[in-house]
């Protein structure tokens, strides 16, 4: 009776360890669930980063073809404005060179009227003077 009473008393702890292992069983299948789980979002995650970091590149390569264009546009505006500096110097050196014309027309048709009125002074007198004799 001794020995059935010890054989009742491993098959019970038999039994309770069975009954643990299989509860433990249980808990790693779900834990090995959650971590394929866990894998398979991680794995999202990093497909996600990837994409992202494939959308952070294009932008930077976008980004930088803006940069060279503004860049080219910044040279060419600057050329312009040398363009038009050096035009406006050569026309300030116009309008300078004209205005010395215009004094020296000036001057001339000055003189030119002295002398008209001189030979109109030296007309006037021989006309009177021949109207006298």
């Known amino acids: 009776m001794a020995v059935q009473r010890w054989n009742d008393e491993m098959v019970d702890e038999l039994a309770s360890t069975v009954t643990e292992l299989r509860e433990s069983v249980t808990e790693l299948r779900e834990s090995v669930t959650e971590l394929r789980e866990s894998v398979t979002e991680l794995r999202e995650s990093v497909t996600e980063v990837r994409e992202s970091v494939t959308e952070v590149r294009e932008s930077v390569t976008e980004l930088r073809e803006s940069v060279t264009e503004l860049r080219e546009s910044v040279t060419e505006v600057k050329d312009g404005i040398d363009g ?7 026309l300030l050196q116009l309008a300078a060179q004209s205005q ?6 000036k001057e001339r048709q000055a003189e030119s009227d002295q002398r008209f009125n001189v030979l109109l002074e030296e007309v006037r007198f021989l006309i009177h ?3 006298a004799n």
């Open 84 to 90: 038009l500096r050096i035009t406006a110097q050569a």
């Open 100 to 105: 010395r014309d215009m004094e020296l027309i």
């Open 129 to 131: 003077g021949n109207q």
